[in-house]
C-alpha cells in the first residue's frame, strides 16, 4: 500500500501542508515587515540627518567647520548631502562612500524634490534612482532658512544596497528556521499519525480476521481516549457478531433438521419463481417427474433438479397475481402429490416468494380405495348367504317344500350358507387382529416331517375327488423340530393347496415341497393349474382378491385366504411370495427362519 494511500500518509501530509502553509504565509509577512521597518528606519534616520546638517548650515552657512561637521555626521551613516542655496554656491559633501553625485540640478527640475525649495516643504523620495543605473536611494529633503532671511534646501540621500543586503540575511534566517520547522513538523507529524492510526491498524487487521470467520479475535486497548472507546466496541461487536452467527447457524442446522426429517416436500421459490432450497422428498418428487417426462439422464443433475416442473410453475404464478394459497394434486409415476403453495411477505407486505408443500397421498388414496373396496366386498360377500337364508327360510315358512327330503335338503343349504357367513367373519376378525398387532402365536418345538404328512393327507381324499394328484417332497430330515405356531402354519398350508386344488383342472398336479436348511425352512406349494394374469399378481394378497372365477372349478373363497397367510408368514419373521405363468401354473412359497431371536432348540 503506498503512504498516500494510508491513514499514516494523508494525516501526516494533512499537518505538514497545513504548517507549511502557515510557515508560508508567515514568512512573506515577516519579509515584508522586515523590508518596511528598515526602510522605515532609514528614512527616520535621513530626516534626522537632514534636520542636523540643516541645522548646522544655517547656523554658519560659510563656515568651512561646519561643512566638515555636516560632512562626517553624512559619513557615520554612510550616507551623501547635496546644500543648495539661493545666493550660496551648491555643495555636496566630499563622502568617502561609494555612492553617485547628484546634480543640484536635477534636484531642483524634480517636480517632487523642489518642493523643498520652492515651498519650503519636507520631502520623503524611497525609489530615487540616479542615472541610468538600477540602483534605488533613500531621498529625504529639508529646507533650510539662513539668518539673513535667505532659504536653501540640504538634500540627504543614501543607497538601499544596505537594506537589501539586511533583508536578504533576514530572509536567509527566517529560511532556515522555516525549514528547520518544516523538518521538525515532518518528523512530529509522522510520529503522531503513526501513534493514532497504529490502533486503527490494529483494528483494520481485527476487521479482515471477523471478515475470515475468526470472531475470537480482540483488538488490545492500549489507551482511554475515543480511540480506546472504538476498540472497547468493535471487542463487543465481535462478541455480539459471534453470538448471533452461532444462533443463526443453529436455527439453520436446525431448520435443516427438519427439513430433512419432514416427511412432506418442501420447497422454497424467489419472487422470480427461482428455486432455492428442497428437501429429501421433493428432490425425489423431483426425479421422479424427470422420469416422468423422459428426462432420465438429467434427473439426478444437481443443477437439473432447479428446474421447476411446469404445472407448479403455473400454479405458483397463480399464488403470486391472486395473493392466495393455492391446492392442486399432481400423479407422478404412479404416486399421488398434493401440493399446497403459500406466498411469502416481507416487512412491506410485498410478496418476496412462496413455499410448495407436497405431500404423497398415495397411501391415503390407497387405503380409500380399500376401504370403499373392502364395503363393497363385504356387502357383496354377505349379500349373497343372506338372501339364500332369506330366500330358503320364507320356503319353510311358507310351507312351500313338500316332502321332508326337501326340508332337509333347504336345511342343509341354509346351514351351509351360515356356516360360510360364520367363516366369513371369522376370517375377517382374524386378519383384523394380524393387521392391528394384537394376534398371539402360540409357538412349539413340532417335528416338521410328521406335520406336513398330516396336513397334506387332509388333502389326498379331496384330491382324488377331482382327478388332481397330491404329492410331498420332503423333507429331507423329518425328525427336524422347529420352532413355530403349528395351527397357524397349518393355515397358511391349508389355504395354499385349497387354493390349488380349486384352480387345477382334473389330470393336473399339485406338489407340496419342504426344505429344511440351517437357516430356515422353505415350503413351496406348487400347482398345474390355471394361472394368475401378470397383471393380477401385485394384488394377490390384497384382501377380498380373488381369481378369475371361470378358472374355478366349483365354489369360490372369500378372498381372505392369502392376506391372511401372508400376515401370519411375517409374523414368523418371514416372507412369501408367488410366481405365475396363465396357462401353466401357480407356485406360492414361503419360509420361516430358524436363526430368528423367537427359535429354541430342541
Not at 530626516?47 to 557615520?76: F, G, R, T
Amino acid at each position: 500500500m503506498r503512504i498516500w494511500r494510508s491513514v499514516v500518509g494523508k494525516v501526516w501530509g494533512t499537518i505538514l501542508i497545513l504548517v507549511s502553509v502557515v510557515l508560508l504565509f508567515l514568512t512573506m509577512l515577516l519579509l515584508q515587515f522586515f523590508e518596511n521597518y528598515h526602510r522605515t528606519q532609514v528614512e527616520e534616520q535621513m530626516d534626522l540627518i537632514a534636520e542636523k546638517v540643516a541645522q548646522i548650515i544655517s547656523e554658519d552657512p560659510h563656515s568651512l567647520k561646519a561643512q566638515a561637521v555636516a560632512s562626517q555626521i553624512v559619513d557615520v551613516y554612510k550616507a551623501k548631502a547635496v546644500i543648495i542655496s539661493d545666493n550660496e554656491p551648491n555643495w555636496i559633501s566630499p563622502s568617502s562612500q561609494h555612492l553617485p553625485k547628484i546634480s543640484p540640478n536635477r534636484l531642483q527640475n524634480d517636480p517632487v524634490l523642489s518642493k523643498v525649495l520652492t515651498k519650503g516643504e519636507k520631502v520623503r523620495v524611497s525609489d530615487f534612482i540616479v542615472g541610468h543605473s538600477s540602483e534605488h536611494f533613500v531621498i529625504v529633503g529639508d529646507p533650510i532658512r539662513y539668518s539673513d532671511g535667505n532659504t536653501g534646501a540640504v538634500y540627504v540621500y543614501q543607497s538601499l544596497e544596505a537594506i537589501k543586503k539586511t533583508t536578504a540575511g533576514a530572509k536567509k534566517i527566517i529560511y532556515m528556521s522555516a525549514g528547520i520547522a518544516i523538518i521538525l513538523t515532518t518528523i512530529f507529524a509522522f510520529f503522531m499519525s503513526t501513534r493514532i492510526t497504529a490502533p486503527l491498524r490494529s483494528m483494520r487487521e481485527a476487521a479482515q480476521q471477523l471478515a475470515k470467520g475468526k470472531f475470537n479475535t480482540k483488538v488490545p486497548i492500549l489507551t482511554n481516549d475515543e480511540i480506546g472507546e472504538l476498540g472497547i466496541a468493535f471487542n463487543q461487536m465481535a462478541r455480539q457478531l459471534k453470538t448471533n452467527l452461532t444462533a443463526l447457524k443453529q436455527e439453520k442446522e436446525q431448520l435443516a433438521g427438519i427439513l430433512s426429517s419432514m416427511a412432506d416436500g418442501v420447497m422454497t421459490f424467489d419472487k422470480r419463481g427461482q428455486l432455492l432450497i428442497t428437501n429429501p422428498p421433493a428432490e425425489r418428487f423431483l426425479m421422479s417427474w424427470h422420469y416422468d417426462q423422459g428426462e432420465a439422464t438429467e434427473a439426478e443433475n444437481p443443477i437439473f433438479l432447479k428446474k421447476v416442473p411446469l404445472p407448479i410453475r403455473e400454479l405458483f404464478a397463480k399464488v403470486v397475481n391472486g395473493e392466495k394459497k393455492q391446492v392442486t394434486e399432481l400423479t407422478v409415476q404412479g404416486r399421488t402429490w398434493v401440493i399446497v403453495i403459500t406466498p411469502l411477505y416481507d416487512d412491506q407486505s410485498v410478496i418476496r416468494g412462496a413455499v410448495a408443500v407436497l405431500r404423497d397421498m398415495t397411501e391415503e388414496r390407497h387405503l380409500d380405495e380399500l376401504r370403499k373396496g373392502f364395503i363393497a366386498n363385504v356387502s357383496h360377500e354377505l349379500r349373497t348367504p343372506i338372501a339364500l337364508l332369506q330366500g330358503y327360510s320364507e320356503a319353510i315358512v311358507d310351507d312351500v317344500a313338500g316332502t321332508e327330503e326337501d326340508k332337509k335338503e333347504i336345511a342343509k343349504i341354509i346351514y351351509d350358507e351360515s356356516l360360510r357367513m360364520g367363516r366369513l367373519v371369522n376370517e375377517l376378525l382374524d386378519l383384523a387382529r394380524l393387521e392391528t398387532g394384537h394376534f398371539q402365536l402360540n409357538k412349539t418345538n413340532v417335528e416338521i416331517g410328521d406335520f406336513f404328512k398330516r396336513v397334506v393327507g387332509k388333502f389326498l381324499g379331496p384330491a382324488r375327488e377331482e382327478g388332481v394328484t397330491l404329492k410331498l417332497e420332503g423333507p429331507k430330515n423329518g425328525s427336524d423340530v422347529v420352532w413355530m405356531d403349528p395351527d397357524r402354519i397349518e393355515q397358511v398350508l391349508t389355504n395354499l393347496i385349497d387354493n390349488a386344488l380349486r384352480h387345477t383342472e382334473a389330470g393336473g398336479a399339485v406338489t407340496v415341497h419342504v426344505n429344511d436348511t440351517k437357516e430356515r425352512l422353505e415350503v413351496s406349494v406348487a400347482d398345474t393349474g390355471s394361472g394368475i394374469a401378470k397383471e393380477d399378481l401385485p394384488f394377490v394378497f390384497e384382501r377380498f382378491y380373488k381369481g378369475d372365477k371361470a378358472r374355478t372349478r366349483g365354489k369360490a373363497g372369500t378372498g381372505l385366504g392369502l392376506a391372511i397367510a401372508k400376515n401370519i408368514v411375517e409374523a414368523h419373521q418371514g416372507e412369501i411370495m408367488v410366481q405365475s405363468i396363465v396357462g401353466q401354473g401357480t407356485t406360492f412359497s414361503f419360509y420361516i427362519p430358524r436363526n430368528n431371536k423367537s427359535q429354541k432348540q430342541s
